[in-house]
């Protein structure tokens, strides 16, 4: 069965002359997508790409500037509106080099899509094409509040990986602790460990007594990870590496990621990227100890970076200092009524427009929200509604709530 890697060469020719009914007739994709039997084979082929491009349409979740949105636009304008590389490229504030590998990875990204509807025969599988594009099953099932920093991953999975390049003589290069510190994507670990994984074995092994190399950076709201093979004697992918990689398309799929390879003269390359988060802060306050530490485990291993305070006085301080993305605040506190706390805080020109929840075991909560409150949490309180509040005030992006800006 073909592989995405070998629909590219078929998809970039299909769209170049996307609109050439005799150029389109004559494509491999119309066997391949089993379109012989449709009464205007060319026709319906240019339905099937376009449909394909817009199942490539991120959606509402993705950053507005991410790569995910640039890849989609990249396809949309150049192949469907026709528009020129260098109206494109202005258009999109890049350089012509630089459109041209975005062209690469995006007609990647379209041949990923398309392998779905490869090996499938007949009018029926053509008619429902463009309902069915995104249509395949998940090979996981991502948690929406699932994130993952890079420094606790990769050196396993470099270690794990570390007795294959043994045996092929293949010297692994980690990245600078820089390049890890901090940085993580919306993902869970146990499914970018399987994606590192895969990519660097299929480095290793096109890549004996060479070296390969894993680097990472972020950018737009995204984390880049980049497996590149150096030196040695770089042969083509096996079946198996091919499988593998096709198998790393569709986990990244299931996680709004993407996956771009090729293999050189120079060497194999390839670039995941996913959604990358910031943490998101959040500041407690709340006279009970217990219940500062309860909020504090809920927070454990996800992307809310919490900061307690008991000190109701101590609080705004805090606030205006940290400048946090949430504020939860309990009500029933003996230093400073938390109602009256509650006023100041929505008073203050540093967090008048921090996400603020009450957390309190009064049934008060059409008073909070008149008083400014734009969560409410009864006590006691699970991590289920904890998370769920903290997800509602979070954006609507889910990974990439920017802190407050202090005032000039």
Known sequence: MASSQDLIPMVR????????????????????????????????????????????????????????????????????????????????GIGVRHLRREEVEAITALSHVLL???????????AATSTTLTARSSLIEPR???????????PGVMATVAPLAAIHGVRLEQPEPTELHARGACVEATVLRQILINLLCAAVRQAPGGAVSLRAHTGRGELLLTVKTRDGAPKAPDVDDRANLDLTARLLSDVQGWLAWETRET??????TLPAFDMVKVLLVDDNADTLRLLERYAAGSRYQVQAVANAERAIEV???????IIVLDVMMPDVDGWELLGRLRQHPRTSQTPLI????????????????????????????????????????GCDRPAPSAPA
Do not use: M
């Not at 929406?144 to 990769?154: D, F, N, R």
């Not at 060497?267 to 995941?272: E, I, K, Q, R, Y």
């Open 144 to 154: 929406a509040t699932a994130v993952v920093l890079l420094e606790e991953v990769i």
């Open 358 to 397: 009450v957390c309190t075991i009064l049934a008060q909560e059409d008073l909070a929200r008149s008083l400014g409150a734009s969560g409410f949490i009864h006590k006691p309180i699970t991590r289920q509604a904890f998370v769920a509040a903290l997800e509602q005030q979070s954006s609507p992006a």
């Open 319 to 325: 606030a205006c200092e940290w400048l946090p993305n």
């Open 116 to 126: 779905a509807q490869v090996g499938r025969a007949g009018p029926s599988a053509a």
């Open 13 to 92: 020719a299909a769209l170049r002359r996307l609109y050439d009914p005799n150029a389109l007739r004559t494509s491999p994709l119309v066997s391949l997508l089993g379109l012989q039997q449709e009464r205007n084979p060319a026709t319906r082929l240019r339905e099937v790409l376009i449909s394909a491009i817009e199942a490539l349409e991120p959606g509402q979740r993705a950053p507005e500037h991410s790569r995910a949105w640039r890849l989609h636009e990249v396809l949309l304008y150049r192949y469907v509106h026709q528009t020129a590389q260098q109206e494109v490229a202005e258009q999109l």
């Open 267 to 272: 060497g194999f390359w390839a670039t995941v």
